[in-house]
């Protein structure tokens, strides 16, 4: 799992890191919107599930539904 940054200001970004505690996994910052655009992400929170090889597998918009990630994880 990694976070994925592009809205505000890297150093906004740090503060949010350092805000939340958010250290169990890595957080990267693209200022360009590339990659969120790739993942059809237009909001947060999102997520999007990639196979081993880097291929989408499923997304959502909106709140972390477990059970349906957890699922989507053990068939995909």
């Known amino acids: 799992m990694v976070g ?3 809205q505000d ?3 906004e970004a740090v503060e949010f890191v350092e805000m939340t505690g958010t ?3 890595p957080m ?3 200022e360009t919107f590339q990659t969120w655009t790739a993942f059809g992400i237009s909001a ?3 997520v999007a599930l990639l196979s081993p090889d880097g ?3 499923a997304g959502w918009l909106g709140g972390f ?3 349906e990630i957890l699922d ?3 068939t995909g």
């Open 44 to 46: 947060q929170p999102a």
């Open 23 to 25: 250290t169990s996994f």
């Open 72 to 74: 989507a994880i053990r």
């Open 28 to 30: 990267y910052w693209d």
């Open 55 to 57: 291929e989408p597998i």
């Open 4 to 6: 994925l940054g592009t």
């Open 9 to 11: 200001s890297a150093e």
């Open 65 to 67: 539904p477990e059970d």
